[in-house]
Nanobody, 126 residues
Framework: QVSLVESGGGLVQDGASLRLSCAASGFSFSSKAMGWFRQAPGKDLEFVAA????????YYADSVKGRFTISRDYAKNTLYLQMDSLKSEDTAIYYCAVSRVKIPAVYSESGAYTSWGQGTQVTVSS
């Protein structure tokens, strides 16, 4: 049974940093791409970042490029999202997700992912 558990969210001020973690279990972590999505109040689910199954390729939404870094630790079966220079518009619930297949056709589409965590709240105050 796939399990994804996010942690690391919190309340921070504008310009601060946070690192989100996603502990994964129940599947072959090294055989699937992983992604981070977020949903702000009253808005649709939004792609944030993704990483290939081997970790060699990363993808970012334009809104976070240069500020966020996605990475994965195969020894710990954990996905990370380092968030720097946070802005109030980054306020949202952040979800990690595992891809349906080893190499998704489009990493930024939520339909490419089959299992999701429960989410962690990130609030950035200005």
């Amino acid at each position: 049974q796939v399990s994804l558990v996010e942690s690391g969210g919190g309340l921070v001020q504008d310009g601060a940093s946070l690192r989100l973690s996603c502990a994964a279990s129940g599947f072959s972590f090294s055989s699937k791409a992983m992604g981070w999505f977020r949903q702000a109040p009253g808005k649709d689910l939004e792609f944030v970042a993704a990483i290939s199954f081997a970790g060699g390729r990363t993808y970012y939404a334009d809104s976070v490029k240069g500020r966020f870094t996605i990475s994965r630790d195969y020894a710990k079966n954990t996905l990370y999202l380092q968030m720097d220079s946070l802005k109030s518009e980054d306020t949202a619930i952040y979800y990690c997700a595992v891809s349906r297949v080893k190499i998704p056709a489009v990493y930024s589409e939520s339909g490419a992912y089959t299992s999701w965590g429960q989410g962690t709240q990130v609030t950035v105050s200005s």
